[in-house]
């Protein structure tokens, strides 16, 4: 009896390992303010965890502001300034929305990488000093 309650006493301990070692990434800039984390199987093989474990160390970053999980699209790292703003909006039913915005900022950046491309192909087709061909 002894021995399993020691080992439902370590998950927390390891969650808690697993959330220190995350957030020392965020710490040293590994992982910039808007940056999605890698997923949750990802983390598991980068960590060696179990898939509650990593899901729990997720949960504790989500309480002390550092990350906001959206449903579809992944973990996010918090801007410190924004996590008073992420728990404000994460209330019932606001997950469904911040998801599609987050897909729709995803279509926007696709976008502008796109235009930026053709800008450069541009640029490189007319060359300053040479005159522009119509």
Do not use: C, W
């Not at 997923?39 to 550092?66: D, F, P």
């Not at 209330?91 to 729709?104: A, K």
């Amino acid at each position: 009896m002894p021995e399993s309650r020691a080992r439902v006493d370590r998950k927390p301990v390891r969650a808690e390992h697993v959330a220190s070692q995350i957030r020392a990434s965020i710490v040293a800039g590994e992982f910039e303010a808007g940056q999605r984390l890698p997923t949750v199987n990802e983390l598991v093989k980068q960590y060696a965890a179990a898939k509650n474990t990593v899901v729990k160390a997720i949960s504790i970053l989500r309480e002390e502001g550092r990350v906001q999980p959206f449903e579809g699209s992944g973990v996010y790292v918090l801007d410190p300034d924004d996590a008073a703003l992420a728990e404000e909006v994460a209330g019932e039913g606001s997950s469904e929305i911040l998801t599609e915005i987050m897909r729709r900022l995803d279509i926007f950046d696709e976008r502008i990488t796109s235009m930026e491309a053709s800008l450069a192909e541009v640029r490189r087709a007319n060359p300053p000093g040479r005159p522009a061909t119509g």
